[in-house]
Each structure stands twice: as structure tokens, then as C-alpha cells.
């Protein structure tokens, strides 16, 4: 009886455990095998705009590329834990061999982990987090970072928002590290259009499921616009009960300032039909994003790939590209020279199609803005946004000169 | 327009009724847990992961079988009920009589074996449940927009507490239960099968977390972490409530909630850890909660 309880005990207990830890536990046997490290939340509110799909589609960039050369792709769970981000991936580059990671969204985990592979000198290619620091303060010549950050968001989004017509605001804002620079940028793009921000509700992130009494707040501050500065399913929650108090009935517009294919396909399109967000990729915007949506999909059925997992296969891809010119060898000596290489190529694939890597590590690729469509417009699966507008790439991101990045010379 | 601290009065008349509606939710849960924690003395930390477990029961039967909402309301509770039926014959019921740790352990055990699995089904973007359709739209009580749906489900919620709370007070089956809590040696004396009552009790526990799961299901987003986010403030609502006591976590639970939104009002960042603060205020001046009888 003893003896049962105990097994079932610690049985229940080591569960959670073992999915913490790095999946890949083996050795690196052949130093000259390239390994791909994909970091990301594969259990919390941002599984879905990341985690295994992201996984997937590094892997197919492997499969696509075929390299001549040995390359591994592993994977771990980071849990939104900048801590716990932080220690997989000194593992990773210490003992595990790995010689890049990708993905890791979560701003607080993204910088933590900028730390690291800044000290040892090994590549990091960030495309899930936001924060605009990565390429800014945060900088380091072995970074690159993928897909979006909070100034284009804000950007794009913002900009557009006040030029329909938005030019009073209201935030409900996630209170860290990614809100809170959401919300900066956002308020600069909002005042330089002439626009005026009449009140804020910061809220604390992670645990807050209601946000009725903010959207409440919103709405008696009589702002023409509502800004959601959060992620996830904190978004796809604000905007449901948006809905249900009437918000957008009385003429209150959402500018949901960063949201994912996957939020949408959870809300519906019945509730978020008409919304604007911004994407640097969609599947259906040309014959190449098709084209390579079709050949992941299969993969990942349930779960569609958004910008992230776009970015996750882009920056792959371009990695070993410039592993291959540099070869092997030289590729795992430093991450500062791959990250050179990989500026001084231009990228080419069939998510982003042809860009290119600034020299703060900022990839350039053209930022799109979408409604989204009502379910009488939309004819399949996932068939959710139309193209608004798009920005050219050179002048969707922060300039040069304002990056703020210690190795850039003005 | 009159303002109360700066505020505009509609505004905190707004926030008073959305305190009550998040109310309704802590009073829900709070009671289940008060139940199972007065007769069992477990201290379930499942409860969140089968309130979790309510929400998807019904979005299943809708998805999969398009059963609607009003059928799912009594089917949800009673499928997940039984479930805690099972959970309690197998698992629980080895613990009896040991410290309160290992019930607390095993049922925390069994929460993140249920949320994982959900969550390795279903994902965490959560899944969309339509408001049905006799409850949709809004009334406009002139200081706010209700949500018909809202307003339903601090009616319910306040109907089976308080049907609850007259079953256990005033039923001879309560007075069954409450001597059991009481002395269950005695009870079994007289002939009444105790394991079976804890285990019916333990199974209408859940079934009140599964109940709240599927009056929760509209609002928010059904998704694994549902139950998460609210059990440890339904512990605190418990604890200051005065642990295993039916009508304290009734009143606390519907108080810390309408307390939680005007916070929201005055000081947002602080909304999620005023509850808390009440809890060490309460827990300094009456250990034994506000409605807790010092033994």
C-alpha cells in the first residue's frame, strides 16, 4: 500500500518534470554535426504561435535544404521562464553542441537568452519575441532577429489605425517587458499622426483571464479606438468580451496590435471579422508562400504556420546557407561569423521570398497589413485575412540611425 | 454626473455588478472545494483542471455530437462528476488519514496530468464556444452594457449556491453529512455507508467546478489553462472564507470579487494580488477565516 502511493506520487509529480527538460539528451557525438537548437513554449499560452510547428518547420528547412553537411534539429520547452530559458541554453552551447538557436518568443526569455549567446560568441536567431531591443540595446553581432518586432507593429498597425479616421486611444496592456514597449511605440506613431491616448489599463500578465472591467473603463473614456497591447490568448479573450459589452456595437474599433492566425482561427471569424493586425507572412499572399504552406501543413494540420513558424523555416534555411559557404568547420568556430555571412546574402525563400539582414542583425522583409474576413467571404480553411496594405521593407522597420545598437556605426 | 474619488459613478456601478458576475465564479468553485475540503479534509488542487475538464465537456459535445449548451449545462457536471467519482474510488481515497500534504500532492498531481494532456489535444489558443442563442446581446442599464449572458450566470450561480447551501443546512441528508464531518466513526454506527457519502460528495464537488466550467466556456476562450488562472485565487477566497466553511466561501467569494474590480478601477496593477492581501490581513486578525470556527 506504502509502496503504491509513493510510485503513484512521485509518478504524478515527475510527469510535468520530464517535459521540462531538453528533449534531446544525446551526446554530440561528431563535432562536425551542425546543431539547430528550437527554444520556444511548447506547453503555455504561446504553444500554439509557436511550439511544435515552429519545430516543423525548421526541420523543413533541413529536409529542403539537404545539406551535404551533418545537421541535428532538437527542441525544449522554455515555459515563458527567462531563467529557465536562460540555463537550456547555456546547456545547449556548453555541453550539447549546439552552434544555433531559434524561435524563443517571450520578450523576458528572448533577452535573457540574447545574454547568453552574446558571452559565448553563438549565432541566435530570434523570430518569436517582439521586443525591438533585440536588434537595440540587446544587440550583438551573432543576432538576427526575424518576422516583427514592436516598433513595425506599431507601425503599421498604429499608423494605419489613426489614418482611418482613430486619433483617440485607449490601452489595455499586458504589464511587462513586451506590453509596456508595445505601448511606447505604439502612443509615438498614435502622436506624431496627430492622435491623442486618453487612458491606459496595465494589466498583470501572466493570470488575468477578465477584462471586462478594463474594456469598461475604455469604453467610458470614450476613445475611438481600443489598443491591445498583449499576446495570445490574453487577446483572443479581450477581444471576445469586447464583443460582449457591446464595444464595437457603439462604434469603438480594436486595433489588436499583435495577433496571429492562430488567435484568429480560436476566436472565429464570426467575432473577429473586420479586425486589423499585422503579419509579415500569410500563407495565401503569393504562389510561394502557397507553395510552402502546402508542404507544411501536411506536418501540422491543426495548427497553420503564422509569421513565427515562417521565420522559424527562413531563418533555418538562410543559417545553413551560410554554413555551407563558410563550411562546417569555420561555421561552428564563431557565431559572429555565420551572422557576417548570413548579412552579407541576401535571403531567399518561399515564405518571406528575396530580403535581406541589416548590419544590427534586423532582417528587412515587408511588413502586411490585414482585415480580417467575414465567413461569408472567407471560402476554406484558414482563408482569413485580406491584404490592406503593404509596407515596403525599407520602411517598415526602426532606421538605422535610431537602433540604438552599440556596434553600428552612425 | 456624480463621481465617487474621481471616478464616475456609472463606471463603479459598472464595476460593482462585474465584481459580482467574477464573484459568481469564486463562489462556485469555492464551494465545491469548501465541501470536499469539510468532509474529506483533501485539499483539492484539481479543482481548476476539472473546472477546465467541464468547459471542454461541453465544447466537445457540442463539436462532436451538437449537443447545445442547455443540455450540456446538467450533462457536463454529471460526466465530469463521475469522473471525480473514479478519481476519488481509485486515488483519493488511499489517503484517508494521512497528512493533508498527500492529498494535497496527488490531486496537484492529477491537475497538471489533466492540463497536460488537455493541452496536448487541444493546444492553448483555446477553442471558440458560442453564447447561446436564447442569452445573446445586451441590455443597457443606462450606467452599462450587461451582457444578457453575464447576468444569466450570476443568477445561476447564485441559484446553486444557495440550493447547495439548503441542501447541506437544511436536508437531513446535510445533517447526515455535517455528523460525518463531525465524527464519522458515529455515523457509520448508525448504519450509514460514509465511504460511499464522501465518495457522492467528492463526485458533486467536481461536479460544481464542471458546472462553473460550462457557464465559463462563453466568456472566456476554452483552453487548458482556464482552470489555472482561477484556483489559487479560489484557494484565497477558501482560506479567508474560513476553510470547509459553505456559506463563508458563498459570501467571500461573491465580496473578493466585486473588491477585485474596483481595484481594477483604482489601481489595475495591483488587481491580481489584492485578494491576497486580504487574505494576510484575514489571516492575521481571524486565523480561522471570517466565517471559520476556531477549533
Known amino acids: 500500500m506504502q509502496v503504491d502511493r509513493r ?11 520530464t517535459a521540462a527538460l531538453p528533449r534531446s539528451r544525446a551526446r554530440a557525438q561528431a ?48 515555459q515563458n521562464k527567462p531563467d529557465l530559458g536562460a540555463s537550456i541554453a547555456s546547456e545547449w552551447y556548453d555541453r550539447q553542441g549546439v552552434d544555433v538557436i531559434v524561435d524563443v518568443p517571450t520578450s523576458s526569455v528572448a533577452l535573457a537568452v540574447a545574454g547568453v549567446a552574446k558571452a559565448r560568441n553563438k549565432a541566435y536567431l530570434n523570430t518569436g519575441a517582439a521586443t525591438a531591443d533585440l536588434t537595440g540595446k540587446a544587440c550583438a553581432p551573432s543576432i538576427v532577429h526575424w518576422s516583427y518586432d514592436t516598433y513595425m507593429l506599431a507601425k503599421s498597425t498604429g499608423g494605419a489605425t489613426v489614418h482611418a479616421g482613430g486619433d483617440s486611444w485607449y490601452f489595455i496592456t499586458a504589464d511587462y517587458a513586451f506590453g509596456q514597449q508595445l505601448q511606447r511605440d505604439t502612443t509615438d506613431f498614435v502622436q506624431k499622426a496627430g492622435g491623442k491616448v486618453l487612458g491606459a489599463s496595465p494589466y498583470p500578465f501572466p493570470g488575468t483571464s477578465d477584462f471586462s472591467s478594463f474594456l469598461l473603463q475604455a469604453q467610458s473614456s470614450k476613445a475611438k479606438v481600443l489598443g491591445l497591447c498583449n499576446a495570445g490568448g490574453d487577446t483572443v479573450n479581450s477581444i471576445k468580451q469586447a464583443h460582449e459589452f457591446g464595444l464595437t456595437e457603439g462604434g469603438m474599433k480594436i486595433a489588436a496590435m499583435l495577433m496571429f492566425i492562430t488567435d484568429v482561427n480560436a476566436l472565429g471569424l464570426d467575432v473577429a471579422n473586420g479586425l486589423t493586425l499585422t503579419e509579415s ?44 559557404e563558410l563550411g562546417a568547420d569555420a561555421a561552428k568556430q564563431s557565431g559572429a561569423t ?45 482563408d482569413y485575412y485580406k491584404l490592406a496594405v503593404t509596407t515596403p521593407a525599407d520602411q517598415a522597420w526602426k532606421p538605422l540611425n535610431e537602433s540604438g545598437c552599440y556596434f553600428v556605426k552612425a | 454626473m456624480i463621481t465617487i474619488f474621481g471616478i464616475p459613478g456609472p463606471l463603479l456601478f459598472g464595476q460593482l455588478l462585474l465584481g459580482l458576475i467574477n464573484g459568481a465564479f469564486y463562489a462556485l468553485l469555492s464551494l465545491g472545494l469548501a465541501i470536499i475540503f469539510g468532509l474529506l479534509n483533501i485539499i483539492n488542487f484539481a479543482h481548476g483542471a476539472l473546472f477546465m475538464l467541464g468547459a471542454f465537456v461541453a465544447w466537445g459535445m457540442l463539436t462532436y455530437l451538437g449537443i447545445g449548451y442547455w443540455p450540456a449545462l446538467i450533462l457536463s457536471p454529471l460526466i465530469v462528476g463521475a469522473f471525480g467519482v473514479l478519481l476519488e474510488k481509485t486515488l483519493i481515497s488511499r489517503l484517508y488519514g494521512l497528512d493533508h500534504l498527500y492529498g494535497l500532492l496527488l490531486t496537484f498531481g492529477c491537475a497538471l496530468v489533466i492540463e497536460g494532456l488537455a493541452r496536448n489535444e487541444f493546444g492553448s489558443s483555446g477553442m471558440p464556444y458560442a453564447i ?116 463563508g466561501s458563498i ?45
Open chain 1, 338 to 382: 555565420i551572422v557576417d555571412q548570413m548579412k552579407k546574402m541576401p535571403t531567399d525563400d518561399d515564405a518571406f521570398g528575396k530580403n535581406s539582414i541589416r548590419e544590427d542583425g534586423l532582417f528587412l522583409c515587408p511588413a502586411n497589413l490585414f482585415t480580417v474576413k467575414t465567413k461569408a467571404e472567407s471560402h476554406g480553411p484558414w
Open chain 1, 281 to 324: 507572412f500569410y500563407w495565401d499572399l503569393n504562389d510561394r508562400t502557397r507553395a510552402f504552406t502546402k508542404r507544411v501543413v501536411p506536418k501540422t494540420p491543426n495548427n497553420w504556420p503564422n509569421m513565427i513558424h515562417a521565420a522559424d523555416y527562413a531563418a533555418t534555411l538562410h543559417f545553413l546557407k551560410a554554413v555551407k
Open chain 1, 31 to 78: 563535432n562536425k554535426t551542425i546543431r539547430i537548437g528550437v527554444l520556444n513554449d511548447q506547453s503555455g499560452p504561446y504553444r500554439d504561435t509557436g511550439g511544435i510547428t515552429g519545430v516543423i518547420c525548421a526541420k523543413q528547412a533541413v529536409q529542403e535544404f539537404a545539406p551535404n553537411f551533418a545537421v541535428e534539429v532538437i527542441s525544449a520547452d522554455h
Open chain 2, 132 to 247: 447561446p442563442a436564447a442569452l445573446q446581446g445586451a441590455t443597457n442599464l443606462g450606467f452599462m452594457f450587461l451582457p444578457i449572458y453575464r447576468g444569466w450566470v450570476v443568477i445561476a450561480a447564485v441559484v446553486v449556491c444557495l440550493g447547495t447551501w439548503l441542501v447541506i443546512e437544511r436536508t437531513s441528508l446535510g445533517a447526515t453529512l455535517r455528523a460525518a464531518t463531525e465524527n464519522a466513526p458515529l455515523v457509520q454506527a448508525f448504519g450509514i455507508n460514509v465511504p460511499r457519502m464522501i465518495t457522492l460528495t467528492y463526485g458533486a464537488g467536481v461536479a460544481l467546478a464542471a458546472f462553473a466550467g460550462v457557464l465559463a466556456a462563453p466568456i472566456y476562450s476554452v483552453n487548458p489553462g482556464m482552470g489555472s488562472n482561477f484556483i489559487i485565487v479560489v484557494f484565497a477566497v477558501v482560506v479567508i472564507g474560513g476553510m470547509g466553511s459553505i456559506l
Open chain 2, 251 to 295: 459570501l467571500t467569494g461573491f465580496g473578493l470579487g466585486v473588491v477585485e474590480g474596483f481595484t481594477k478601477v483604482f489601481y489595475p496593477q495591483a488587481s491580481a494580488t489584492v485578494i491576497f492581501v486580504v487574505m494576510v490581513i484575514v489571516l492575521l486578525t481571524r486565523p480561522a477565516g471570517l466565517f471559520g470556527r476556531t477549533t
Open chain 1, 7 to 17: 510510485s503513484v506520487l512521485t509518478g504524478a509529480a515527475a510527469l510535468p518534470l
